[in-house]
């Protein structure tokens, strides 16, 4: 008999699932511009979207049972979403601060939120917009000034977090959006954060202080959100470690294995991912990684690959997979009758979630993506063109006094830029 809690079902799913990544049309996904992001990396998404997927099935369960929606009371199906929400955390500030690292020259920040927000906002608000039309078409939704604002607020890019029009569907989005607004909050920091990365000191000194800061307040009983600022500083070190050339020189087999075995340590000794003893391990398993374990090529694989392009998608659209298969009465009886049905069950739920989140990339994620570039290029373009203009104006009117300050400070930020 299978068990609910067993362990093995989950591999079973994400087993059946790879060969829907070999299809034709999974050779569209994907992004301009990649060439510069660690392949490896890009295949460790979608397997960390795909653990958060496994961990709120099991809680699915619970709420369809009881109309609870809490953790799982499982050594395996409990920390698995922890550890995919950690390590996407560390992927996030290894990359960004990354950019600071390599960047030659100042960082145009206003550019860089203004793609951030094209590469989450359409997806994000398909999303939020299609569970708030669930509510809407549910009734029951008070329609007053309040539930007008928390709606605006909802739409607003996942930079404040999602709050439900009503009490009545709490989990359509199965509550993954919390993660967004502390990504939002990286984001802003970046400006603060390029003054200590231009120092040879400060850039290895401040992801190792803020790492020891959340360490030490997370054994003193601080909040969970130290631990998620030591998953940022850990991607930061990480980074720094990289861009100073203090990897690990082993062979990617050993590396994968030492990876593999950390992982391994996270699950058989603590209950929580957000702790400092498994908030260490994730930081030491993704360096590997970006020192050049590939668990064995699995990372690096293309298909792996092809579902890491389409991870926000399957994180995101997670919550109505599941309504979806769910709300068909008869599916829903026979998946509540044992354990084995129910997790044939949810590798159907699994199975449409890949292809909601193939078609949302393909159709809203990646157009979106694109646009971004565009209006960032026609922004850069605009901005540059204002000082060559102000020099052929005054070059085709000699007899005009020029303001000897002013033309020197147009020259310094056309070069800054």
């Not at 960047?103 to 550019?111: H, I």
């Not at 608000?125 to 669930?134: K, S, T």
């Not at 984001?187 to 390029?194: C, D, E, G, K, T």
């Not at 062979?251 to 075995?261: E, N, Q």
Request: with cysteine.
């Amino acid at each position: 008999m299978i068990g609910l809690y067993d362990i093995w079902p989950a591999f079973v799913a994400v087993a059946l699932l790879w060969p829907l990544a070999g299809m034709p049309l999974f050779q569209r996904v994907g992004f301009e511009s990649n060439s510069s992001r660690v392949r490896a990396i890009d295949g460790m998404r979608g397997y960390l979207a795909l653990a958060v997927v496994l961990h709120h099935a099991v809680i699915y369960h619970e709420l369809l049972a009881t109309g609870a929606w809490k953790y799982p009371p499982s050594d395996f199906y409990g920390p698995l979403g922890q550890v995919g929400v950690s390590l996407f955390f560390i992927i996030s500030a290894y990359l960004f601060w990354g950019k600071l690292l390599s960047a030659k020259s100042s960082v145009d920040f206003p550019t860089l939120l203004l793609k951030r927000a094209f590469r989450i906002g359409p997806l994000y608000v398909l999303a939020v917009g299609m569970a708030m039309a669930l509510e809407v078409a549910d009734g029951g939704i008070d329609y007053s000034f309040a539930t007008y604002e928390r709606a605006f607020f909802n739409l607003l890019f996942g930079v404040f977090r999602y709050v439900p029009l009503s009490s009545s569907r709490v989990c359509d989005l199965a509550c993954v959006t919390w993660t967004l607004p502390y990504e939002w909050l990286l984001y802003f920091s970046l400006p603060i954060a390029a003054i200590f990365s231009r120092h040879p000191v400060a850039r290895i000194g401040l992801p190792t202080v803020l790492l020891a800061f959340s360490v030490l307040m997370s054994v003193n009983g601080g909040t969970t959100a130290y631990g998620y600022l030591g998953l940022f500083a850990g991607g930061m070190l990480c980074a720094t470690l990289e861009a100073n050339g203090l990897l690990v020189k082993w062979h990617r087999h050993a590396l994968s294995a030492t990876a593999l075995a950390m992982l391994v340590c996270i699950f058989a000794i603590y209950k929580t991912a957000y702790a400092p003893g498994p908030m260490l391990l994730c930081i030491a398993t993704f360096f590997l990684v970006v020192t050049g374990a590939d668990f064995f090529g699995l990372l690096t694989a293309s298909r792996s690959v092809r579902l890491g392009e389409i991870s926000f998608g399957i994180y995101l659209l997670q919550g109505l997979a599941f309504v979806s298969i769910f709300s068909i009465a008869p599916l829903r009886t026979f998946a509540m009758d044992n354990a084995a049905q129910y997790w044939l069950v949810i590798l159907i739920a699994m199975v449409l979630l890949v292809f909601m989140a193939l078609a949302a990339h393909l159709v809203v994620e990646k157009p979106g993506v694109s646009l971004g570039n565009r209006l960032a290029a026609v922004l850069r373009l605009s901005t540059q063109r204002q000082p060559r203009e102000t020099a052929a104006a005054d070059a085709a009117q000699p007899w005009r006094v020029r303001d000897v300050s002013q033309d020197s400070l147009q020259v310094d930020t056309a070069q800054e830029r």
